[in-house]
């Protein structure tokens, strides 16, 4: 049962870890929307070289396990490409592409929830088409990509626990690491269990005021 | 100001324009009536080259806007659009909506955009609703909205696709009562109407489209009340027989909406 004496001990090792947790999912989280925005835009664009790679991409990197995804970047590509990845940049590239393909798709979606009368009206006052995409779509399709972006934070937050397999050292490393110094694996779990409610809970809770504010009727 | 010379426009097999002629001149109101599938909003929208005309051409100020070295931004500052469905902006208020295109455009300094936008919305009688966003004005107050924005940019003419027909029939008074504010000012449009009483008053010429030609045109005295041709005729008769019911309202002070239409006895 819960050693409450281990408990009190580990927690604030453990909240140091889930800080490293919430840093590394904000880092992926901003890459994965910078990069799901271009792939959501190539993927509906008429040309095909823009479309057809980014329908690819997508494709790719939704079929293939995010954990095989993280070994391959941090294990394989390295050596074969000659370069050095910390654990650290392996995580965050790793979990930013790969959220990425998830974040085009919501993209893509709040885009196409646009009404087509809107972009006329944009393009009948002069604007072009990225001005109309930066001051007319983008702003309206953020707004109803909310809810999912919601979703999406939450699932790149539990889904950095992967990140400890390359020794990456978050909040369920750093558990591991109790574990095997106590021998008691209770305590540790659970404490870390509910670090991930207090941060998954806590994020829904903001973005869904967030959500609230930036309604606009 | 605007020559149309045998514009044509298929969609698939569809022939929907087959050589469409007809002049808008400075200052003047022309309507172009028909009835629905006539092709009347796709002139509109081959002229601003919303839509890709097939053939023939469109001379604005004697360039050609159909040859694809002209402008698109150019030529949509020259020529306002206000929709059927508004398609007001619903993330900005009605002040961000009339300024759209001063800002994001013409690249005008804020406080003067603003200024001007203001000077709009009064004209519209909305002075007081600057702050609001669309989602919470009736559909009267966002066309008028919309007439400000097209009007914010200062073009040479001003395209209006039924404007009023998707409107509850007590904002429609409103609304004509703008449209013909703007008309008074000088401003040369061109109106894809069903408001026949309205046209006959405000338009200088009118032209009657139907399956893609144009059937008749003339003065409002020649083609609604003496129509030489049959299909103008029976539209004429068709078209008074479903609007008799509607009261016009008579112009009332200026920048007011006019109350002739929700104001019972």
């Known amino acids: 049962m819960i050693d409450w004496i281990l408990f009190w001990d580990a927690a604030p090792y453990l909240v140091r870890g889930a800080l490293a947790t919430l840093y590394i999912t904000a880092l992926s989280t901003l890459l994965s929307m910078a990069l799901g925005l271009l792939l959501a835009v190539a993927r509906m664009s008429r040309r095909p070289w823009l479309r057809v790679p980014a329908i690819a991409y997508i494709d790719f990197m939704r079929g293939v396990p995010l954990l095989v995804l993280l070994l391959f970047i941090y294990f394989a590509l390295p050596p074969t490409i000659g370069i050095d990845l910390s654990p650290f940049a392996a995580g965050i590239i790793g979990l930013g592409t790969c959220g990425a393909a998830y974040t085009a798709e919501i993209f893509r979606g709040g885009i196409m929830s646009v009404p087509h009368g809107q972009i006329e009206a944009a393009q009948s006052l002069g604007m072009g088409y990225w001005k109309t995409m930066r001051i007319v779509v983008l702003p309206q399709a953020l707004r109803v990509s909310v809810p999912a972006l919601t979703n999406e934070w939450i699932t790149l937050l539990k889904d950095s626990s992967l990140v400890s397999v390359i020794g990456m050292e978050e909040l369920v490393r750093r558990g591991q690491f109790v574990i095997s110094r106590t021998f008691d694996a209770f305590t540790p779990l659970l404490l870390v269990a509910l670090i991930y409610l207090v941060l998954t809970y806590g994020s829904s809770f903001i973005l869904n005021r967030l959500e609230k504010r930036l309604s606009y009727d | 100001m605007i020559e149309v010379q045998g514009l044509t426009k298929a969609f698939g097999h569809l022939e929907v324009l087959r050589s469409i002629d007809f002049k808008v001149d400075k200052g003047q109101v022309v309507a172009i009536i028909g009835s629905s599938g006539s092709g009347k909003s796709t002139v509109l929208r081959c002229i601003n080259r919303l839509e890709k005309a097939d053939g023939g051409c469109v ?69 007081d609703k600057a702050d609001v966003r669309p989602g919470k004005l009736s559909g009267g107050q966002q066309q008028r909205v919309a007439i400000a924005r097209a009007l914010a940019t200062n073009p040479d003419v001003i395209m209006f696709d039924e404007p009023t027909s998707a409107l509850d029939p007590e904002t429609i008074g409103e609304v004509l009562e703008v449209m013909r504010a703007v008309a008074a000012d000088g401003m040369t449009m061109l109106v894809v109407s069903h408001e026949m009483e309205f046209t006959r008053e405000l338009a200088d010429w009118i032209v009657f489209m139907d399956e893609g030609v144009v059937v008749e045109s003339g003065p409002p005295s020649q083609v609604i009340d003496n129509p030489k041709m049959e299909r103008t005729r029976a539209f004429v008769r068709k078209l008074a027989s479903s609007h008799a019911a509607v009261d016009i309202p008579e112009p009332s002070g200026e920048g007011q909406p006019p109350h002739a239409a929700t104001t019972g006895s």
């Open chain 2, 59 to 127: 001379l604005l100020k004697g360039e050609n806007v159909l040859d694809k070295h002209y402008s698109l931004t150019r030529l949509r500052q020259q020529i306002g659009m206000v929709f059927q469905q508004f398609n007001l902006f619903p993330h900005m208020t009605a002040l961000e909506n009339v300024i759209a295109g001063l800002v994001h455009v013409q690249h005008a300094s804020k406080a003067e955009a603003t200024e001007r936008g203001f000077e709009l919305l009064a004209r519209v009688g909305l002075k």
